[in-house]
């Protein structure tokens, strides 16, 4: 896909990845002052990497994430990763958005709004899903979630068999480790 690490007031639009038989996406973000918007990857192993590069508060608007097989987003950030429409449909069981690793994640966060994280509940054939497993706080507000059983690993339990809207969760964490990447 693309591998971009861009600084303070820079961005990136109006792309669309086809990463169907490749590993990731995009990797890197926008630091502070910039952003990514109305960006599609489809497939590969991993939709966005965060990581090995640390950019403090990457913002995000009109992201869509189609079938990784790994995560959709994988994130280690200074500051939290800021994100607003979100689409993310997956044929994994999850955690589709992993925050942070043991012994790397600073001072990690998310913040999520107005998005969709959607499970194929079909293909995953009655297997447990977890939307997100991050190390440290997390924030959403107008989040639609459809298919998974665990919203927030530890936290917020989801509806397996529908929708569930969070109109507004915030979760204060410092530190413990997340499963998954």
Same mark, same amino acid.
């Given at each position: 896909g ?8 820079s961005?990136? %639009?109006d792309v ?13 973000a ?8 109305? +960006? ?7 939709? +966005?990497d965060?990581?090995g590069?640390? *950019? $403090?508060? *990457? ?31 997956? %044929?994994? $069981?999850? $955690? ?6 043991t012994?790397?994640? /600073?001072?990690?966060g ?8 959607? /499970? ?10 977890t ?13 639609y979630?459809?298919?998974?059983d ?9 509806n397996?068999?529908?929708? +569930?809207?969070?109109d507004? /969760? ?8 997340a499963k998954?990447?």
């Amino acid at each position: 896909g693309m591998h971009i690490r861009s600084v303070e007031g820079s961005g990136v %639009q109006d792309v669309t990845i086809d990463a169907t038989h490749g590993h990731t996406g995009i990797e890197g973000a926008a630091s502070n002052g910039g952003s990514w918007t109305n +960006l599609t990857v489809i497939g590969g192993r991993i939709g +966005l990497d965060i990581r090995g590069w640390t *950019p $403090p508060t *990457p913002t995000m608007e009109g992201i869509t994430l189609v079938n990784q097989t790994e995560a959709a987003i994988v994130s280690v950030c200074r500051g939290p990763l800021m994100a607003v429409g979100i689409k993310i449909l997956s %044929q994994i $069981p999850g $955690p589709v958005i992993v925050g942070g690793k043991t012994g790397g994640s /600073f001072n990690w966060g998310m913040g999520l709004v107005d998005s969709e994280i959607v /499970f194929d509940r079909a293909a995953l054939k009655g297997r447990n899903t977890t939307a997100i497993a991050a190390e440290r706080s997390v924030y959403m507000n107008n989040v639609y979630v459809r298919g998974a059983d665990t919203v927030v690993a530890g936290s917020l339990d989801g509806n397996p068999e529908g929708w +569930l809207h969070v109109d507004e /969760f915030a979760l204060g964490k410092v530190g413990t480790p997340a499963k998954g990447l």
